[in-house]
Nanobody
Framework: QVQLLESGGGLVQAGGSLRLSCVASGRTKFTINDMEWYRQAPGKQREKVAGITSGGSANYVDSVKGRFTISRDNAKNTVYLQMNSLKPGDTAVYYC????????????????WGQGTLVTVSS
């Protein structure tokens, strides 16, 4: 099973920036395909913020376009989310997700989730 570990959350003032990281690791051979960032604000449903394919094609939810940038380092099995011009409405727990293939006795396709990292934007 592939584990995902996020880091980089914290408290920032409106207008500030944060960079989230998420690294995938596992005991067996695996290949990461699409990687995504989601967020869940208190009392709201989880929403997809951004996604990136293994080839580097990115997509964003309209509310973060022009402010957030998703990128990845395939050699490090890591995805990043650079968040600029943060707003109080960006306050949420941010989760990364990854679709992957894992080679064990067979080839397993699965989706993994991180435990989340809290981003708080003060006004």
């Amino acid at each position: 099973q592939v584990q995902l570990l996020e880091s980089g959350g914290g408290l920032v003032q409106a207008g500030g920036s944060l960079r989230l990281s998420c690294v995938a690791s596992g005991r067996t051979k695996f290949t990461i395909n699409d990687m995504e960032w989601y967020r869940q604000a208190p009392g709201k449903q989880r929403e997809k913020v951004a996604g990136i394919t293994s080839g580097g094609s990115a997509n964003y939810v309209d509310s973060v376009k022009g402010r957030f940038t998703i990128s990845r380092d395939n050699a490090k099995n890591t995805v990043y989310l650079q968040m600029n011009s943060l707003k109080p409405g960006d306050t949420a727990v941010y989760y990364c997700a990854a679709d992957y293939f894992e080679w064990t006795d067979t080839i397993v396709a699965a989706r993994g989730w991180g435990q989340g990292t809290l981003v708080t934007v003060s006004s």
